[in-house]
């Protein structure tokens, strides 16, 4: 058998420029399908994460799905709001460490704005426990002071010091404009990959501000507060949106749980987030099948190509396997000798591959990283990666049997005689 090795390994060299774009193929067919598992797995993780170290977010009572989307992701809006009270109450509670409250529903150029406190840019975490950071500037502290996600700030190409006006309604087209209370940037986030870098932050009492001289989501007519008079005024919230809830032991999470859905004041939810992102994902499970699909079938061209190329050269080595014949070897020493010409290939495309994205992974990652926030996964194969490659291994000896079985049926007088 060794011999064989051998003899298959010389063929292969003999015809390394025709093999060798075939390996090309191969090689970046296991890249692609690998990547592509790779990011599948590492945007599952990311939106997975997209908020940690929260354990319940609490809104009025909805759907899980519903509160998720409008609380993390800022996707629709709230049926209904919570009360400032029921917020206090919830932050008083012994078992709760922290309390966020958030506040949604107006816009900027399509970018919701969220109205929340100073606690926000402590006590929020995504990713794997990854805190905001700020890239320049600091957070909030005068009334129409904003930051700015790296999003937000890229877009619109906004700057410290911009002045900037939010539009009422989560539309951000053709909505009226808070014109007469401009915000100034006065901090920008490093990206996080997660909806934080499409939202602008101002805080509670700004929301406040801006909806003074309001009534039913329409300006009072004729009735104006100016900007520098509006601190005259109680900027307590009377509602908002949703609470990001820290306690002080995670073993008494469930029990919180209850003591919101048995809140008396008003009908309240309270959900762990990482439950209801796996229900969310579930919904998008169809798209990232669809892309593992994509490039499985990118696979099986390259083998496809593989055995295209073996057996277009199987009649010009017709005369070297009839040869081989007459020194002694037998069909079945054909047959192995194909078949392990076109199993080599294929093994050497899957090393070439998984080093090409490892290589990838190394150089790309980082850039990424600090582009998008988007954290991609130093490693080198894992244990599905390893599940694709042996499928992939064992397709491609699959194929090699192809013109394994060719070159067995050939004959020694065929191979002998001359052709005409």
Not at 157 to 184: A, N, Q, R, S
Request: proline content about 4%; overall charge neutral; aromatic content about 8%.
């Amino acid at each position: 058998m060794r011999h064989l090795f051998l003899l298959a390994a010389q063929s292969a060299w003999n015809r390394r420029l025709t093999l060798g774009m075939t390996l090309v193929a191969v090689m970046l067919s296991v890249t692609m399908l690998l990547g592509v598992e790779r990011i599948r797995h590492d945007a599952r993780e990311g939106f997975a994460h997209s908020v940690s170290g929260t354990d319940l977010i609490v809104g009025a009572r909805t759907s899980p799905v519903q509160l998720m989307l409008y609380a993390v992701f800022r996707i629709g809006e709230a049926t209904n709001n919570m009360r400032w009270q029921s917020y206090l109450d919830l932050a008083a509670h012994p078992a709760v460490a922290w309390a966020v409250p958030l506040s949604l529903g107006d816009s900027h150029h399509g970018f919701p704005v969220l109205g929340t406190s100073l606690g926000y840019f402590e006590h929020f975490r995504y990713g794997d426990d990854h805190a905001l950071r700020l890239v320049v500037g600091l957070p909030f502290k005068e009334v129409f002071d904003t930051v700015l996600g790296a999003e937000v700030a890229n877009q619109l190409g906004y700057k410290l010091g911009d002045h900037i006006v939010l539009t009422h309604g989560i539309g951000g087209i053709g909505g009226i404009e808070h014109g007469d209370k401009p915000f100034v940037v006065t901090g920008i986030l490093a990206p996080t990959g997660t909806p934080v870098d499409r939202t602008v932050h101002i805080g509670l009492a700004a929301m406040e501000a801006i909806h003074l001289d309001w009534q039913g989501g329409a300006p009072l007519p004729g009735f104006s507060i100016p900007q520098q008079f509006v601190q005259k005024f109680d900027l307590t919230p009377k509602e908002i949106t949703a609470v990001l809830v820290g306690l002080k032991s995670r073993a008494g999470v469930f029990k919180m749980q209850r003591y919101v859905a048995d809140y008396a004041y008003e009908p309240l939810l309270a959900v762990l987030p990482g439950v209801a992102l796996s229900q969310l994902w579930h919904v998008l499970g169809t798209v990232e099948q669809a892309l593992l699909a994509v490039s499985a079938m990118v696979v099986a061209v390259g083998l496809a190509g593989l055995v295209a190329v073996v057996l277009a050269g199987l009649n010009e080595r017709r005369r070297e396997l009839a040869i081989l014949r007459s020194v002694g070897a037998r069909p079945g020493d054909v047959f192995v000798l194909l078949t392990l010409e076109g199993l080599f290939i294929t093994l050497l495309g899957c090393v070439l591959g998984v080093t090409l994205l490892a290589l990838l992974s190394a150089v790309v990652g980082p850039l990424v990283q600090a582009r998008y926030g988007i954290e991609v996964a130093q490693r080198f194969v894992s244990v599905e990666e390893l599940r694709l490659l042996a499928a992939v291994i064992a397709v491609g000896l699959a194929a090699s049997l192809v013109p394994g079985y060719r070159a067995y049926k050939l004959s020694l007088a065929d191979g002998l005689t001359p052709r005409l």
